[in-house]
């Protein structure tokens, strides 16, 4: 029960270890009813995921070194809601609210099987560590999930500077870990180019937790997993084969 030869495995957070419990644009539409707003989750959804799209074009990596992360998720809402909400609606305020209830169980939850896998692998003395392109709550989110003193270290890309897919997030989590070597680490995450493809050109091992049907022929077809339950199972029955 174990995976031979891995003393370091770490995951992506979103859509791998942690998931919504609502998508965004619904909670951003739900909040936002008390500032006016009248339109209905479905108009807002293109709003929000292009004006994300837009913000990380004009300030990379959640605004690293260019304006502070609260600025630019503020960025975001305020363009998301632009023309959307009464002209005395206190917009500064809702940002706040959003901003500060994305690091609660609000609107997180953990993906299904992750305490179990987590819990499984740390009886097996392997280090952990998260990797993901995040801001800097995401300690805060861990925490409040009950997870955070399962790893050894979490890096984000705002911490670190990089984004994945840069090698950079994954040499870094390498030198945190006292230097393991890249053969000896293992990245889960959802992410075909930032997590699979990203950790393997690092010269790590790497697998898939996706349900999503894929068309990528360069994905090796016993990397992927539906979900964490599957790949806890495969652990445990010695079937993950690298």
């Known amino acids: 029960m ?6 370091l495995i770490t995951f992506d957070a979103t859509n791998t270890l942690l998931r919504f419990r609502i998508h965004p644009w619904q909670y951003y539409s739900i909040v936002a009813r008390d500032y006016g707003f009248k339109g209905s989750e479905n108009d807002l959804k293109p709003r929000l995921l292009e004006n994300y799209k837009a913000v990380w074009n004009e300030y990379p990596n959640f605004g690293k070194g260019l304006i502070s992360w609260e600025d630019w998720w503020s960025h975001v809402v305020k363009r998301t809601f632009k023309g959307q909400l009464p002209k005395s609606a206190d917009v500064n305020r809702l940002c706040d ?28 003395g392997i280090s ?36 994945k897919p840069n090698r ?5 989590a390498s030198i945190a870990c006292e ?19 990203a950790a393997r050109s690092a010269g790590w091992h790497a697998l898939l937790v ?6 990528d ?5 016993k990397h992927i997993f539906v979900n964490l339950d599957e790949l806890h199972d495969a652990i445990c029955n010695d079937k993950v084969k690298l």
Not at 2 to 7: E, Q
Not at 105 to 123: E, P, S, Y
């Open 217 to 221: 022929n360069s994905i090796v077809a």
């Open 2 to 7: 174990c995976i031979k030869g891995v003393n």
């Open 97 to 124: 609210k959003l901003i500060n209830d994305f690091k609660t169980t609000k609107c997180w939850r953990l993906a299904d099987g992750a305490d179990k896998i987590l819990n499984m692998l740390r009886n097996q």
């Open 128 to 163: 952990l560590g998260v990797i993901s392109n995040f801001d800097p709550r995401l300690v805060e989110i861990l925490q409040n999930m009950q997870i955070y003193n399962k790893f050894h270290f979490v890096l984000t890309s705002f911490d670190i500077g990089y984004p």
């Open 179 to 197: 230097n393991v070597h890249p053969r000896a680490c293992l990245h889960i995450g959802d992410d075909i180019e930032k997590d699979y493809k």
């Open 168 to 172: 950079k997030m994954f040499d870094r």
């Open 210 to 215: 996706t349900n999503q049907k894929l068309k």
